[in-house]
């Protein structure tokens, strides 16, 4: 009796955890769209941030496993998944603006914002121009100035066109969820319009007042030298086991990871976010 009394309180304590984490789907009205968005897990508010041609589902399983540690809200840009597009041109200033208003619109004062991709240029701009929203920031695959790309990436942005993705897997993936069939076109001209827009945002990020977890992979689309510099940037990059504190930011390279693998590394990426978003740094054996 004991046995199958200890058996069924297992069983309801990891449905409720389970249930804790299954995401909840609604829409929400932003800057004259219907962004679509999914609430999971329950704990401290992370804002999750997906990349170009991308949307919630593609991004796997990291967000689940976030779900486990953190209330997490995962949105879908402009275009993106279930949300409508609009007649407004695809910019990192813009995608900014539309995470700072969704916070407003589901009542997020503050919170720890994770992008991957276009969704970590968003969010770098989100804490750039609305630093009161953002606690922590982690940043995937991150880029601050249009010369951190790799140069084989510069060299095929100006060859980039719609045909290129006409009628290919990404398209047929996007059509899955899009309320309008007819746009993916459209979207693909405005995202190739977002490759060329300026990026030089050093001296916003010398000024930062959240701190980054800057992640990468060491054959991703920015350049080592280019995640080695934001991090500077930001303080990092001094000797450790001098009596001083670490600094807040944090650098991250996994290896043997191009630019497209680096969301699906779910063990990796939370092993590197859990503790950053909790402020644990590993001991030293000098007890720093």
Known sequence: MLRTTVLAGVLLMTAAAHAQTEPTGAYVDVNGMQMYYEVSGEGDPLVVLH?????????????????????????????????????????????????????????????????????????????????????????????????????AFREFIPTMSAEMFAGGPME????????????????????????????????????LQAPVLIIAGDADVSTLEHSVSMFRLLGGGVMGDMGQPLPASRLAILPATSHTAVIN???????????????????GFMGQ
Do not use: C
Not at 131 to 141: F, N, R, Y
Not at 182 to 200: C, Q, R, S, T
Not at 265 to 276: A, K, R, S, T, W
């Open 51 to 151: 990349g170009a041609y991308m949307n919630i589902p593609s991004m796997g399983e990291i967000i689940p496993r976030l779900a486990e540690t953190h209330k997490i809200y995962a949105i879908e840009f402009q275009g993106h998944g279930r949300t409508e597009d609009i007649d407004r041109p695809i910019t990192y200033p813009n995608l900014a603006d539309d995470a700072a208003a969704f916070m407003d619109a589901v009542g997020i004062e503050k919170a720890d914002v994770f992008g991957y991709s276009m969704g970590a240029a968003a969010g770098l701009q989100l804490a750039i121009r609305h630093p009161e929203k953002v606690d922590q920031l982690i940043g995937a695959s991150i880029a601050y100035d249009v010369t951190g790309w790799q140069p």
């Open 172 to 207: 047929a993936e996007w059509q899955k969820l899009a309320p309008n069939k007819d746009g993916f076109n459209d979207l693909v001209e405005k995202l190739i319009a977002l490759e060329k827009e300026p990026m030089a945002w050093e001296d916003d990020v010398r000024a």
């Open 265 to 283: 590394q779910v063990d990796l990426l939370y092993g590197f976010i859990e503790p950053y978003l909790q402020g644990k740094t590993p001991a």
